[in-house]
């Protein structure tokens, strides 16, 4: 208790010190206010962790936005979605300035399902890893764009992408809301849908690219006519793998604005039967 508002609280144990606590109480006291809480308590840990704004702590880790959206398991640096959606809060810290932003050095780990909007996607220093996740990206800014959907590092920590299928899109007066779909240093595709449009290049991997799963597909595009800017740019001295079948069916490295990694079935030839009189 204390009998300032901006004085010290005392210390009493009630079933000790029945007397006193009741002597203190009964006091004619112009201010007494009455706790059982320690007012001095340090705060609560906190992760290098944000989503929509909000720093992910201990306190709030099962419910991090209050709405049964969010919870971060913080031993196995996992972040589970459900039926999420959000944007970054107008109110975030400087320096905040993505949906969700890991500043952890080790692995982010995302499942789950999440619609993330009119702000740049997801931000890690670390690697990233996307596992069981159904994620749509989109903005519809006038006047704005978003830097990034997806990076890891500074494009150089290695992202992977298991059973998954992930969305980016968005338009604004420009064009397409995301300058850069993805990037990252090395890009592992497994099982997993990805449909990339940005406004630069849509997947870069500064490192490689390796794609697997017969059941994976990949589009990708970009609208601008830079001629530095493609679907799929990738160092060039390192290759784009692909296996279980998959084949680039359309677009080329470093090169296309469109592009498709799939089963070759899955884009057949739109004129398998040519006329052989035909130039």
């Not at 400087?94 to 969700?100: F, L, M, P, T």
């Not at 050095?105 to 909007?117: F, K, N, Q, R, V």
């Not at 990076?151 to 992930?166: C, H, L, M, P, Y």
């Not at 240093?185 to 500064?206: E, F, H, P, R």
Request: aromatic share 6%.
């Amino acid at each position: 208790y204390r009998t300032d508002e901006n004085g010290a609280y005392t210390e009493i144990n009630v079933k000790e010190n029945y007397e006193n606590f009741t002597a203190a109480i009964g006091q004619n006291q112009d201010y007494l206010e009455l706790t059982d809480v320690d007012p001095d308590q340090p705060e609560s840990e906190t992760y290098d962790l944000w989503v929509a704004g909000k720093q992910v702590t201990k306190t709030n880790q099962n419910d991090v936005l209050g709405n049964g959206t969010v919870k971060f398991d913080p031993d196995t640096h996992t972040l589970t979605l459900r039926d999420a959606n959000f944007t970054l809060d107008e109110n975030a810290e400087e320096g905040i300035y993505c949906c969700i932003q890991s500043k952890l050095t080790d692995m982010l780990t995302i499942t789950g399902t999440a619609t993330l909007s009119d702000a740049d996607g997801i931000m890690t220093a670390g690697p990233l890893t996307l596992k069981d996740a159904t994620l749509t990206f989109t903005g519809n800014i006038n006047e704005d764009v978003g830097d990034d959907a997806i990076r890891a590092g500074r494009s150089d920590e290695d992202i992977t992408i298991q059973n998954s299928k992930v969305t980016i899109e968005g338009t604004n007066s420009e064009g397409n809301f995301f300058h850069f779909g993805i990037r990252c240093g090395k890009l592992t595709v497994a099982n997993s849908t990805l449909d990339v449009k940005a406004g630069g290049s849509a997947i870069v991997a500064a490192d490689e690219m390796e794609v697997s799963g017969a059941g994976t597909v990949i589009t990708a595009e970009t609208d601008l006519p830079d001629e530095d800017d493609y679907a799929l740019a990738l160092d060039d001295e390192n290759p784009l793998t692909l296996r279980d079948g998959l084949a680039l069916v359309a677009g080329k490295v470093n090169e296309s604005k469109t592009a498709k990694i799939a089963l070759p079935e899955q884009n057949p030839d739109p004129n398998p039967n040519p006329d052989p009189d035909q130039p």
